[in-house]
């Protein structure tokens, strides 16, 4: 695979004409049908650029390489809006900028919570750290939504336990 700048050099060598075609294709390993489509390119280029016309056409290895770009973009820019939409969503959730520390949650603000942490593409610490809640308390409602579901994050009584 030759690079533009190594073609322009052979096809420059070729338009001195110290070798014969054929012994520049030899000298290159080239064919003389390459040779002939690169002058032909070259020639064209040249006379494009002459004549005011500097676009030119990309080459396979820089179109695909735009593509890759392209799709990182895309990907990081979903990552980004996803990740916009879950901090508004825990927005909701936070109950004041100072969380309360001893703030007590409804069993389906609970349950909302717990669907929004898991479903967040933010990590569960930071996303526990963000609403100001603690880890323990998180994983007490996880396991008792995982067990019993909604029911099992009511309050108890007074008299019994609860989160």
């Not at 075609?21 to 020639?43: H, M, P, Q």
């Not at 933010?122 to 579901?149: A, M, Q, T």
């Amino acid at each position: 695979m030759f690079s533009s700048e190594q073609k322009v050099l052979i096809v420059m060598e070729g338009i001195r004409g110290e070798l014969s075609v054929a012994e520049l294709c030899r000298k290159y390993g080239i064919s003389d049908s390459t040779y002939y489509k690169w002058n032909k390119e070259f020639i064209e280029a040249g006379k494009a650029c002459l004549e005011g016309d500097m676009l030119r056409e990309a080459t396979s290895s820089e179109v695909q390489e735009l593509r890759f770009q392209n799709q990182e973009l895309k990907l990081a820019l979903a990552e980004l809006v996803l990740r916009y939409d879950i901090v508004k969503k825990l927005e909701t959730l936070r109950i004041s900028s100072q969380h309360q520390k001893y703030m007590r949650y409804t069993a389906e603000e609970k349950e909302e919570i717990i669907r929004a942490v898991k479903s967040s593409e933010v990590n569960i610490s930071e996303s526990l750290r963000y609403l100001g809640i603690p880890k323990r308390s998180f994983y007490n409602w996880y396991h008792k939504y995982s067990v019993g579901g909604l029911e099992a994050l009511r309050s108890k009584p007074s008299g019994s336990p609860h989160t």
